[in-house]
């Protein structure tokens, strides 16, 4: 049996091989497809892209005045014993029913809250 191993801390996977001929061969394929030289690919939103939706979601909620809504359902929802979740779903509800799209409900919501308990901490401690 042949191996390669994974180490979080250095970046390389397992693979168990039941003869010496495959991972030969699975070498001679990376080298011949060039496929190590490749740039990795993109896996989610750049830090730039993450800071721009914040921005845009609160931007969006401020002008519409949809930060209140939102942000109340989470602490009407928690107020009463809901879990972070479930208040967490019902603020996002809030915010596609005051007309963000749904793909970006959630994404508002997350961005909302925190800006929230950063700016306004106080607000998470009132009944209401």
């Known amino acids: 049996m042949s191996l390669a191993g994974w180490r ?17 061969a699975m070498q001679h394929w990376i080298d011949r497809s060039g496929i190590a030289h490749r740039p990795m690919p993109k896996l989610g939103l750049t830090a730039e892209e993450i800071a721009e939706r914040k921005r845009e979601a609160l931007a969006w909620s401020l002008e519409t005045g949809a930060v209140r809504e939102i942000v109340q359902a989470f602490r009407r929802a928690r107020h009463h014993g809901d879990s972070e979740l479930t208040s967490f779903n019902a ?15 959630m994404d508002t919501t997350r961005a909302l809250l925190d800006w929230a308990i950063e700016n306004h901490r106080d607000w998470f401690y009132r009944s209401g």
């Open 8 to 24: 979080h801390d250095a970046g390389y996977r397992v693979f168990h091989f039941t003869t010496w001929a495959k991972p030969r």
């Open 91 to 105: 603020a996002a509800e809030v915010a596609k029913t005051l007309g963000r799209p749904t793909g970006d409900a």
